[in-house]
């Protein structure tokens, strides 16, 4: 096996989702996202673990996630978050996926297909728009479409959600906006009530909501990056503390490589692409085989990343190639060839940073940073 890989450890994940459960009041359902391969994490695995651990439903982006699901003998239900082609729903109802739907063209071709593969009545939610700006149905607009839906009689109203656009942050303005989003959102319930259609599954909660804000939890929550133990940024281990709802999260993957080559440099040589960095003095440097093709990204580099070696930190040097990078051992440093090199993840493992911390460094967010490791790295699944 390469040398670069992402160790997931599901005792983790399971550890994670135990502790969400437990913020959780009893009949709470949990829907656990898993779109773009778990964040990184590997979908099918980390859907078996959340499911051990108590997850009730899974949610998708696209058709090919949930039939790998299916094809993997997972059979909760699926929750698909976003839109899919037209020639895409034989498929989806053929694996009985639940769609987001919010417009009368896209609600028409489930009805037909439904019929079609004689899978009615299908369930369907209805997707709001309180303020994420991105699908679902304005809430004046709410009990229209729910109509719309029941009528076809194929298709059920299965649920109604909406998305938060600002609440992993603690700006007053931003926590108004969250309140007024979640108002609009329960107005939206109220109004298909009225209309005499029962609203289903009532999801409002992202992992910032489901951590901080147990008042706006409803029927079933939709928690994602917390189960791969990171943190929704303002909602901090120390600020959930201070609100007296503490959850314990750990990282699930760690990122590591081994020292491929040490090589020792004289004082004015340069390192990589573009000779960006000088040895000041006599170093060695150390070569690793990971590179932006992993996921270790050129802008990591530019942010001083550092790697851990035998739990010391090590600064990269030069850019960051397409497969390797080189790192600044210094003299002496005791290091050998073929000695692991962690660049994120886990204490046991010998992380001194998580990619939370990589995150912050580069100007993005851990969601960003699991989820860029390509699938050339293999996922080594531990307990
Ligand atoms: C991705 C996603 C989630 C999970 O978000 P986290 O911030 O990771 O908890 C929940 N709901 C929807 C609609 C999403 O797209």
Known sequence: MRATKAVIHLQNLRDNISAIRAELAPGTKMCVAVKADAYGHGAVRCAQAAAEAGADALAVATPEEGIALREASITKPILMLSLCAPEEIPDVVHHNITPLVFDEEYIALFAAEAEKAERTPYPVHLALDTGMGRIGVLPEDAAR?????????????????????????????????????????MQAVNAVQQAGIQPGIRHFANSAVTLARPDMHLDMVRPGIIA???????????????IA????LRPVMTLETEVCAIRPFKKGQSVGYGRTWTAAADTDIAVLPIGYG??????????????????????????????????????????????????????????????????????????????????RVERVFTD
């Open 145 to 185: 479409m729910a109509k719309a839906i029941v009528s076809t009689k194929s298709l059920v109203l299965g649920g109604m959600g909406t998305h938060c656009a600002v609440s992993d942050s603690l700006a007053p303005e931003n926590q108004e906006f969250t309140a007024w989003q979640f108002s609009r959102f």
């Open 228 to 242: 791969y133990g990171y943190y929704p940024d303002d909602i901090s281990a120390s600020y959930l503390h201070s």
């Open 245 to 248: 709802r503490p959850a314990e």
């Open 294 to 375: 992993d996921g270790f990204l050129r802008r990591f580099a530019a942010g001083g990343i550092q790697v851990a070696i035998h739990g010391k930190a090590y600064p990269v040097r030069g850019r960051i190639c397409m497969d390797q990078c080189m790192v600044d051992i210094g003299k002496n440093s005791g290091i050998r060839r073929w000695d692991k090199a962690v660049i994120f993840g886990t204490k046991e493992d010998g992380a001194l940073q998580s990619a939370d911390d990589v995150a912050r460094l580069s100007g993005t967010i851990s969601y960003e940073i699991t989820s860029c490791i390509s699938p």
